[in-house]
């Protein structure tokens, strides 16, 4: 089973991804975790590389060849490695992406999200979009001693969420999996997420049991 958590720099990514690890080790479950791109294409991972600083391609065609070439490549050469061995939660995967493109491009997000869909070995099938408030992400985010990275501005971060919420929408209609929204703001969201997320786990582990 593949795991995508989405959502806006301090949402509870990683916070979500750590409680999930260690409930899934304590139940004796095989979680591996993977990043967003694969970084095997030099071409695309230039691109990439200006897209995550702010700076857009020289059209949405550009960079959606260049992010869809990445994923092609991480689907290939990283996921289905991962998943031969278990089950894999990945840090952001095709909807961060999108939103990405969308933000800088000024396409719409569905656009995206239904081209990126069609990687049909790199679709998650359970997204997990944290909605925690744009307000409370910078809130998290000026505590740390790390410096800001684009799009983790309050007014860029408020764009954003409003492109994963129509991202969601649009990844479920093109694909039929399933979103789960939800803010991470207090404990009680952080054991209701790892319990949902360990629920499905559990779940895939018994269809792949031998019969």
């Known amino acids: 089973m593949l795991l995508a958590l989405e959502g806006l720099a301090g949402a509870g990514k990683s916070t979500v991804r750590d409680r999930l690890l260690a409930a899934a080790a304590a139940e004796d479950i095989h979680l591996g975790h993977i990043g967003q791109f694969s970084w095997l294409s030099l071409r695309s991972t230039r691109t990439i590389i200006g897209l995550r600083a702010g700076r857009p391609a020289d059209s949405g065609e ?3 060849a260049a992010v869809r070439r990445d994923l ?4 290939c050469h990283n996921l289905a490695p991962a998943l031969s061995m278990g ?9 961060s992406t999108a939103c990405l493109l969308a933000l800088l491009h000024d396409q719409p997000v569905a656009d995206y999200v239904r081209q990126l869909a069609e990687v049909a070995t790199a679709r998650a ?5 944290l909605t925690t408030s744009p307000e409370l992400c910078h809130t998290r985010l000026s505590r ?3 410096s800001r990275r684009f799009g983790e501005d309050p007014p860029t971060a408020a764009r954003l969420a409003d492109l994963y ?3 969601a929408t649009a990844w ?3 694909t039929r999996l399933p979103v789960l929204r939800h803010p991470c703001t207090a404990e009680p969201d952080l054991d209701l997420l ?3 997320c360990l629920g499905q786990l559990r779940a895939a582990r018994r269809q792949a049991a031998p019969k």
């Open 62 to 64: 550009t960079a959606m």
């Open 72 to 75: 092609e490549l991480h689907a």
């Open 87 to 95: 089950a894999v939660v990945a840090d952001r995967l095709t909807l």
């Open 125 to 129: 099938e359970l997204t997990v979009l």
């Open 144 to 146: 740390r001693t790390t």
């Open 165 to 167: 919420e129509q991202a």
């Open 172 to 174: 479920t209609e093109a």
């Open 194 to 196: 790892a319990a949902a």
